[in-house]
């Protein structure tokens, strides 16, 4: 179709830009209202039941799906190589708070930086890193006792409460955190709560917490700690892949795993504030979220260029109150289970689930009609360039630049508003934590990595960068000034399976070609094809040239020669790779 509007007979300018506005407008009839569809790589037999209530469709990982969900971190290539029309469960650099040593970090730095604001996360340490201070901390609060857990363990695996940090191994890899000796207790025992928190866009943050959730008991009552009882995990834990082992283990509403409306009603019959209480733990959510909120932002733009909403992540956040009702930050999950263990699982974790895929709007990411978008802007684009060059021609000072930034600009804040409002209306039994009412209150929490102040607090922190900078100094005594002292060394290489011997100059100001990796290139030309086939669908290269000739800017054998080189330019590649393939383009000529 393309070679009709390159023959050699050109149209009228007026005729071509038909023929392009009618590529690039959408045409209704043209639009599918198919199913969202969803390609789900984890084993969670919950997250199909959930779609299939929303009558999403399941297909395979190499399929044209609408939403990814998966278990596993996602690399930033694979984010890049996602399409505008789908989206993932993953946000690249969501591990800064939900690793255990990486979220210790970050809220000790904002502790040095805000102690009042941020003294809802318990005293941690990282070991072996944070070791003197650590002793410096044990030596000023004789008595306290400590919880600590393996740094790479999950699910209470390996967790143990001591006194004495001297025991603890010096090589061994610790989350050391101050242990919480007055806990709230319900009929005498100790319980945390599993708080369910929804990102749904990183630029900008938008934070929302679930109504309900999980409170997960101990199986023994509980006792303060000494020196006879800290070995009794089924007293001081409440995770439920321990307490599920012991003999005293309740099932049913009641018993060791109970509803976080329970909670409410049990503190309500106390005489407690409940909104007061859910106010703080909010507080102390959003706040934890924020603390790493430019570093999510960043990665985000990133991994996601061309995207407005390309992921999301479903985090769980277990709480604590303390005897005086005030909730601490234990730890955040970045893969809460949804494991369905019993009949209160199946009913709250479903529920979560349903009313996550219906806030995130699935059906915005039709296939066709983000392709139509696409093909939209790019014949506006061409029609910038074509009306920059006959303005160049003219002698004309051109046109403003941003023009097309505020179109974009304009652009992004309709689909924000139109996903805004699309949340409200359907938030299921989500509330929106972030951002709020009083959200000026968060302002000063943001980009504090302006302060230096913020990596230079912790020993570790100290610790890198003294080593950074015994790096460089070494780095700046080894350089040699550029095309001086070139040595030559022997070193083997392999070329396609081949061991190859040549010589490697030994500079660092060096200019040798390095090797080419056949796979990397034959991807890399695969690209460029695609991307010529996607201009050549929307004529913007025959549409430039018939600009350039109407202005006189091109010679007559100069016009011949772009089409000549179009249809050569990719006949060579079977020579060069014999299993090169042909890339069908037809998918880009509707």
């Known amino acids: ?69 998966t278990d596993q971190a996602v690399t930033v290539q694979q984010c890049l190589s996602i399409e505008r029309f789908q989206i993932v469960n993953y946000i690249p650099g969501i591990s800064e708070i939900s690793r255990k040593d990486l979220l210790a970090r970050n809220l000790t730095r904002m502790q040095k930086l805000f102690p009042e604001e941020y003294d809802f996360f318990p005293k941690t340490w990282w070991l072996p890193a944070d070791h003197k201070d650590l002793a410096q901390f044990s030596r000023a609060q004789r008595g306290c006792y400590y919880i600590v857990k393996p740094g790479s363990s999950s699910q209470g695996r390996g967790i143990f409460i001591t006194k004495n940090i001297g025991e603890l191994d010096g090589l061994q890899q610790y989350v050391c955190q101050a242990y919480i000796s007055r806990p709230l207790l319900i009929d005498g025992y100790k319980f945390d709560m599993r708080v369910y928190g929804l990102i749904t866009s990183c630029d900008p943050l938008r934070l929302h917490i679930y109504n309900e959730g999980i409170a997960r008991f101990a199986t023994q009552k509980y006792a303060l700690p000494c020196n006879g009882n800290t070995d009794n995990v089924f007293m001081h834990l409440t995770n439920y892949s321990i307490n599920k082992h012991s003999c005293d283990f309740m099932k049913g509403e009641e018993g060791s795993k109970r509803r976080i409306s329970m909670i409410n009603a049990w503190l309500l019959h106390q005489g407690f504030d409940v909104g007061l209480i859910w106010s ?36 769980g956040f277990d709480i604590m109150l303390d005897a005086d009702l005030k909730p601490h930050v234990i730890e955040v999950n970045r893969c809460p289970s949804l494991n369905i263990d019993s009949p209160l699982d199946e ?87 972030y951002p709020s009412a009083n959200s000026e209150a968060y302002s000063k929490f943001f980009d504090v990595e302006s302060n230096s102040s913020v990596y230079q607090e912790t020993v570790a922190s100290k610790a890198r ?52 990796n056949l796979a990397e290139e034959r991807e890399r030309l695969r690209d460029m094809e695609k991307r010529d086939a996607l201009v050549r669908s ?26 000549k080189a179009e249809k050569v330019k990719y006949a060579v590649l079977p020579k060069i790779f014999p299993d090169f393939e042909p890339l069908d383009t037809s998918s880009y000529f509707l």
């Not at 198919?34 to 990982?61: S, Y």
């Not at 061991?499 to 500079?507: H, L, P, S, W």
């Not at 004529?539 to 091109?554: C, K, P, T």
């Open 1 to 69: 179709m393309w070679k009709k509007s390159d023959s050699v007979a050109h149209p009228t300018q007026k005729e071509t830009n038909k023929k392009d506005y009618a590529r690039s407008t959408p045409n209704p009839r043209r639009r599918s209202n198919r199913q969202p569809t969803i390609c789900i790589l984890a084993n969670q037999v919950i997250v199909r039941k959930a779609a299939e209530r929303l009558q999403l469709i399941e297909v395979g990982e190499k399929a044209s799906w609408n939403l990814l969900w």
């Open 280 to 315: 703080s733990i909010d507080d102390a959510i959003s706040k934890t979220v924020i603390a790493t909120a430019e570093n999510l932002k960043r990665q985000y733009r990133m991994s996601f260029p061309r995207h407005f909403q390309g992921c999301f992540v479903l985090l």
């Open 347 to 433: 009913e709250i974790k479903e529920q979560l689930l349903v009313d996550t895929f219906t806030l995130l709007n699935l059906k915005r990411l039709d296939q066709q009609r983000v392709k139509e978008e696409e093909r939209k802007k790019l014949f506006e684009s061409s029609q910038l360039v074509i009306k920059k060059i006959a303005l160049k021609a003219a002698n004309h000072p051109g046109v403003d630049s941003t023009d097309k930034e505020a179109r974009a600009h304009d652009e992004a804040q309709a689909l924000l508003q139109a996903q805004i409002d699309w949340e409200e209306k359907n938030s299921g039994n989500f509330r929106l934590a």
């Open 465 to 516: 960068k003294a080593m950074v900078m015994k790096n460089l100094q070494n780095v700046d005594d080894e350089i040699v000034p550029a095309y001086e002292n070139f040595s030559l060394k022997e070193e083997e290489v392999k070329v396609n399976g081949n061991t190859v011997t040549r010589g490697r100059i030994a500079t660092l100001n060096s200019f040798e070609p390095c090797f080419i």
């Open 538 to 563: 929307a004529n913007l290269r025959s549409a430039i040239v018939e600009a350039m000739r109407q202005n006189g800017l091109l010679r007559p054998n100069e016009i011949e020669e772009p089409m």
